[in-house]
């Protein structure tokens, strides 16, 4: 059983930046590969971004390639997410998900096995 805690999430004008943390804890958490999603009312739950337990790989959805950077601190047992050159389009409820060691990188909401309970995320024009 993993417990895994969102936060970080506010409102910021379009251009600003954010950084979303998650709180992880139970057994064996650190070496579970963990990733970011985020979800509107209007769309399904998207991929965001991933990165593997020892935190050496890392992928991203093409819409944040470049402005959104995935990373870990083991030692903390947290994940963040920080977010650079926020768009309006990025207005979303964002959620923290852990996998186990079955796989790799979480891409798909059906490789993950936990989930937070999401931080809001407001970007205004």
């Known amino acids: 059983q993993v417990r895994l805690v969102e936060s970080g999430g506010g409102l910021v004008q379009a251009g600003g930046s954010l950084r979303l943390s998650c709180a992880a804890s139970?057994?064996?958490?650190?070496?579970?590969?963990m990733a970011w999603f985020r979800q509107t009312p209007d769309k399904e739950r998207e991929f965001v971004g991933t990165i593997s337990g020892s935190g050496a790989t890392t992928d991203y959805a093409d819409s944040v390639k470049g402005r959104f950077t995935i990373s870990r601190d083991n030692a903390e047992n947290t994940v963040y997410l920080q977010m650079n050159s926020l768009k309006p389009e990025d207005t979303a409820v964002y959620y923290c998900?852990?996998?186990?060691?079955?796989?790799?990188?979480?891409?798909?909401?059906?490789?993950?096995?936990?989930w937070g309970q999401g931080t809001q995320v407001t970007v205004s024009s």
């Open positions: 139970g057994r064996a958490s650190t070496s579970y590969p």
């Open positions: 998900a852990a996998g186990t060691n079955r796989v790799w990188l979480i891409t798909r909401m059906s490789d993950a096995w936990y």
